[in-house]
């Protein structure tokens, strides 16, 4: 996964989301296996316990941007390719996917996805 922006203060927005999207994930049974691997089966436990209880604003208390961060490559449009690389250094293929709001965001979009094609 991946979160980008053009800005830090964007981009916290964008982690806030990835977070409560990788927790609901952790909550289930099936990344249970990742999450002990990585060290966070306590994690995950809490996390399908809120599943299960509907208490999903607990589960970004749990599932914190560090852990994000084992995750997914996070950063600002400026070094995202870069982290891209050396998250999935040895993956052919990412899900690249970011909000298209403008022309602009769909500018930014292209010459990202042409940086990661060129080296």
Not at 15 to 34: E, G, H, N
Not at 73 to 99: C, E, K, L, Y
């Amino acid at each position: 996964m991946i979160a980008t922006a053009a800005t830090e203060d964007a981009l916290q927005s964008e982690i806030i989301d990835l977070r409560k999207r990788l927790a609901f994930y952790a909550s289930t049974p099936a990344y249970r296996i990742q999450m002990d691997l990585e060290g966070f089966g306590e994690e995950a436990e809490q996390l399908a316990k809120s599943l299960k209880e509907n208490r999903w604003n607990e589960m970004l208390s749990v599932f914190t941007e560090e852990m994000a961060h084992r995750y997914a490559a996070i950063g600002t449009h400026d070094v995202i390719v870069d982290r891209i690389r050396n998250h999935f250094a040895n993956i052919d293929a990412v899900q690249f996917s970011m909000p298209l709001r403008d022309k602009t965001d769909h500018g930014v979009l292209r010459e990202l996805i042409c940086d990661l094609k060129s080296k």
